[in-house]
């Protein structure tokens, strides 16, 4: 089976095209909604989750880490088929920690960043037994107090703000002032506070950026990680357990972008995991989110009117950026693209006309497509949404005009 091609936008690969329809595997949509119950919703589709993980496996080298952020699709069924295909589970809240620990994965592949952890956040982690990574000196004496009084020794990791920043991503979480990590300059301090406890360092996490779709700017990153992280260990007496290189793979979501390089990224992990061994006696990590899921993610909604206003067409939808803030464009970009969309039971159909496909609420950011050319549309047409397995309902305003949640299937 091949993978849809959409005039302006790369191939859809993980769904395929039954006569008119759009379909997961063997289910064609209009069958899916009617499993679901009705529109809107979201679909992810199990064997692309899968297929994704295997070709990421079969580019990186096998000693190479691979773990889950789970931030990017916290439901979870998608949270448990995770659990069974990468090496760890990234959370950054008590409710992601209760998914990660509900899969049954173990505790020690199990870590905790964020930077506004509460002191029961700390407790429960420690109380869990899964690696603290830490954001700051406080939240380093949180823990060893928490660590104290439940009278377990916590697992401690330090996420380090590096003096570099991470090229060409489309949000930068490091390098210069910023409230994620530790600067660089006060690691060593809290190396020896973690010592100076009885306690070891279990390891370093950096994390300087998400959505690079540039493989050199990655590689240049995580070559200056396990850089700095010699630099931070050196002399220390006892070694680590690991070196969290961040992630920040990209999906491109929008005309004009491509799929990120994987060979050129492996071959540098290659070396990168050699001299981690050598120098720094650890394996790398690489956490990753949307790169994981995006791709897997369709939301589909109905079309409830068709109106013309001054020569533009508008389809207005069950769906909208209450459930899908990041297709609306309205979730950090500074100029709206349009995520890949179609006319989901019109797949046969060509693109004859210019529409826009907008959402149920009272305001003019809740645009799914803007001006796009779609097969000619109508009430009870299907509109499906790509690239949505990723920053979908977790990530949006729900509460938002009152309108009900989205529904969420695997497939
Ligand atoms: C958000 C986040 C991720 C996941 O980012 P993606 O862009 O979805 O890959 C991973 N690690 C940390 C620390 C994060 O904050």
Same mark, same amino acid.
């Given at each position: ?41 979201? /679909? ?28 990017? !699709?916290?439901? *979870? ?45 700390? &407790? ?8 603290? @990574? ?13 660590? $104290?009084?439940? #009278? ?8 380090? !703000?590096? /003096? ?20 660089? $300059? ?30 050199? /700017? ?19 007496? $006892? ?23 994987? &060979?050129?990224? #492996? ?15 650890? *394996? ?9 899921? &995006? ?34 464009? @309205? ?67 729900? &509460? ?12």
């Amino acid at each position: 089976m091949s993978g849809i091609v959409f005039a302006q936008h790369a191939t859809v690969d993980a769904f395929q095209r039954l006569g008119a329809e759009l379909a997961l595997g063997a289910l064609p949509v209009s069958r899916l909604v009617e499993r679901v119950g009705g529109t809107p919703f979201y /679909a992810y589709h199990r064997r692309a989750i899968v297929d994704r993980v295997a070709s990421l496996r079969a580019a990186l080298p096998a000693a190479l880490h691979l773990h889950y952020a789970i931030k990017a !699709n916290p439901m *979870p069924a998608v949270v448990q088929l995770l659990a069974g295909l990468v090496d760890g589970l990234d959370v950054a809240s008590a409710a992601e920690l209760r998914a990660a620990l509900d899969t049954g994965t173990d505790p020690a592949r199990i870590s905790f960043a964020g930077p506004g952890k509460t002191a029961a956040e700390i &407790a429960q982690a420690v109380a869990a037994g899964v690696t603290l @990574n830490l954001e700051s000196e406080s939240q380093l004496e949180q823990a060893l107090a928490a660590g $104290e009084r439940l #009278g377990l020794a916590p697992q401690l990791a330090l996420r380090v !703000n590096p /003096a570099f920043e991470l090229k060409a991503a489309g949000m930068r979480m490091g390098g210069g002032p910023r409230p994620f990590g530790i600067d660089e $300059e006060r690691v060593p301090a809290a190396i020896a506070r973690i010592r100076a406890a009885g306690l070891r360092l279990r390891g370093l996490h950096v994390y300087s950026g998400s959505q690079n779709l540039n493989a050199a /700017a990655l590689i240049e990153s995580q070559q200056r990680v396990v850089a700095l992280a010699e630099r931070l260990c050196a002399g220390a007496p $006892e070694g680590m357990d690991w070196l969290n290189l961040g992630g920040g793979f990209g999906v491109p979501y929008f005309p004009g972008e491509k799929p990120l390089e994987l &060979a050129p990224i #492996g071959e540098a992990l290659s070396a990168l995991v050699a001299r981690a061994r050598d120098t720094l006696g650890v *394996p790398l990590v690489l956490e990753l989110g949307r790169y994981l899921v &995006a791709e897997a993610g369709v939301y589909v909604c109905r079309v409830l009117d068709r109106k013309v206003s001054h020569g533009q067409v508008f389809l207005v939808t069950d769906g909208g950026l209450h459930h899908h803030l990041a297709a609306s464009g @309205n979730f950090g970009q500074v100029l709206r693209k349009n995520y890949p969309v179609a006319i989901a039971n019109r797949l046969d159909a060509d693109a004859t006309e210019v529409q826009s496909v907008v959402g149920p609420l009272c305001t003019p950011l809740d645009l799914l497509a803007d001006r796009m050319a779609l097969p000619s549309a109508g009430p009870g047409d299907l509109v499906a949404v790509f690239r949505s397995g990723a920053y979908g309902p977790s990530a949006s305003p729900a &509460a938002f005009l009152s309108h009900p949640p989205a529904r969420e299937v695997l497939v």
